[in-house]
């Protein structure tokens, strides 16, 4: 978690730009959860560019191994 948030918030980012990003990030985990929740992949990479006001997040995933 601390690599997105680094990877979202300036090093110089206030307290209140880190708040916003686990916002976001608790957001997204709760949509997903609703949304598809028997996806079962875990993220193996990452990539966020921010251009402007656009940030992009590219994700690669893996299947997550049933056990038993």
Not at 8 to 23: C, H, Q, T
Not at 41 to 49: F, G, H, S
Not at 53 to 64: G, M, N, W, Y
């Amino acid at each position: 978690m601390k690599d997105l948030i680094d990877s979202f918030v300036p090093k110089d980012g206030s307290a209140e730009a880190v708040g916003v990003a686990l916002e976001i990030m608790d957001m997204m985990v709760e949509r997903r959860e609703r949304l598809v929740p028997d996806l079962r992949k875990i993220i193996v990479d990452y990539k966020c560019t921010i251009s402007g006001d656009q940030l992009t997040l590219e994700v690669s995933s893996a299947p997550i191994p049933e056990l038993g």
